[in-house]
T-cell receptor, first 113, second 116 residues
Framework: AQSVTQLGSHVSVSEGALVLLRCNYSSSVPPYLFWYVQYPNQGLQLLLKYTTGATLVKGINGFEAEFKKSETSFHLTKPSAHMSDAAEYFCAVSDNGNNRLAFGKGNQVVVIP | DSGVTQTPKHLITATGQRVTLRCSPRSGDLSVYWYQQSLDQGLQFLIQYYNGEERAKGNILERFSAQQFPDLHSELNLSSLELGDSALYFC???????????????FGEGSRLTVL
């Protein structure tokens, strides 16, 4: 079964600094990979996804992630953090796009002014 | 707004009771997924329905059941509730393009269940 590991439940970043959230996955077949964001009292919203093709994918709000098969990773980055980026971020994986996502534990991002 | 509607938003009940959570998927989406989000377990997939039929089961307890109706809305029934069932329950729906899964889920805002 597929699974995702996200280390560091809470991540603090200064406004304007790089945001880096790490995600490693385990999957027995070519994975579909996702990053979702959850703002307080809201549902999850898709930031970006990798299915096939280009390994560097760009998402909303200036975020991007790179699929590295050799490292089984799909780390999320944003060059410059904004106060509005404060939220919880979840990495997820599905086997061949069956839509049954397995989520990581999430990273709570705090942006320090 | 994702287009997925969940009711109720908040629910407080006692141990041993039964509750029903309701979900209306996005217009045109045939698949509905239920997830449970708790502090200790994180986001756990419970069950999936596609066009009225159960498609897949995840970590769903036997005390829990779900169904999807002809109008495609879904209900998650939780019975003999325990303190540990307190959690945020999400419904999500998905679309297909060209007959293929897009891999993207659209989530509702969740139903927060508190069992006292």
């Amino acid at each position: 079964a597929q699974s995702v590991t996200q280390l560091g439940s809470h991540v603090s970043v200064s406004e304007g600094a790089l945001v880096l959230l790490r995600c490693n996955y385990s999957s027995s077949v070519p994975p579909y990979l996702f990053w979702y964001v959850q703002y307080p009292n809201q549902g999850l919203q898709l930031l970006l996804k990798y299915t096939t093709g280009a390994t560097l994918v760009k998402g909303i709000n200036g975020f991007e992630a790179e699929f590295k098969k050799s490292e089984t990773s799909f780390h999320l980055t944003k060059p410059s953090a904004h106060m509005s980026d404060a939220a919880e971020y979840f990495c997820a994986v599905s086997d061949n796009g069956n839509n049954r996502l397995a989520f990581g534990k999430g990273n709570q991002v705090v942006v320090i002014p | 707004d994702s287009g997925v509607t969940q009711t109720p938003k908040h629910l407080i009940t006692a141990t041993g009771q039964r509750v029903t959570l309701r979900c209306s998927p996005r217009s045109g989406d045939l698949s509905v997924y239920w997830y449970q989000q708790s502090l200790d377990q994180g986001l756990q997939f419970l069950i999936q329905y596609y066009n009225g039929e159960e498609r897949a089961k995840g970590n769903i307890l036997e005390r829990f059941s779900a169904q999807q109706f002809p109008d495609l809305h879904s209900e998650l029934n939780l019975s003999s509730l325990e303190l540990g069932d307190s959690a945020l329950y999400f419904c999500a729906s998905s679309a297909k393009r060209g007959g293929l899964n897009t891999g993207e889920l659209f989530f509702g805002e969740g139903s927060r269940l508190t069992v006292l």
